[in-house]
């Protein structure tokens, strides 16, 4: 089943339910559009910012996103670990995923709350979806 067919049903091309909006936070453009377009297949609503200003603008603005990918170093005054930072004390309810080349799960000791996991890259767009789907209860 294609994407657009299962939003029009409300089922999701893995046979699930209506899946969780992923805000997806890259800097890299290709590498964001590899996994936004990526999600977009399995039927996941995506929402894509190239920084962590823009991820909160977002945030604030649409109630929707339940769960946050996001590379830990980006340019401006926010980095990912900001990002989770602000979503703990803003978005208490938003998963974080995060993603980066420098940073391993053990180097999140004393990370914000919010964060969930961290993804090591080089990544497969295959781990992202499955730690997405570990994060939405499996409703992907």
């Known amino acids: 089943m ?10 999701h091309r893995d046979g699930g ?4 909006t992923v805000l997806v936070v890259e800097d890299e453009v290709l590498i964001r559009l590899m996994i ?20 909160t603008r977002i945030l604030d603005a649409d109630d929707d996103v339940a769960i946050v990918f996001s590379d830990v170093r980006m340019p401006g005054a926010m980095d990912g670990l900001g990002l989770a930072r602000w ?12 993603t980066s080349a420098y940073v ?3 180097d999140l000791a004393s990370s914000p709350a919010a ?17 997405i789907r570990a994060l939405s209860g499996g409703r992907a």
Not at 2 to 11: D, F, L, M, N, R
Not at 17 to 20: A, E, M, T
């Open 2 to 11: 294609c994407p657009a067919a299962s939003e029009q049903t409300g089922e």
């Open 17 to 20: 339910g209506v899946p969780p």
């Open 36 to 55: 936004t377009e990526y999600l977009r297949e399995f039927g996941y609503p995506v929402r894509e910012a190239k920084n962590a200003a823009e991820a």
């Open 87 to 98: 979503i703990s004390r803003n978005k208490p309810d938003i998963d974080v995923l995060l």
């Open 104 to 106: 391993t799960p053990g």
């Open 115 to 131: 964060v969930n996991d961290v993804l090591r890259k080089p990544y497969a767009p295959i781990e992202v979806l499955e730690r």
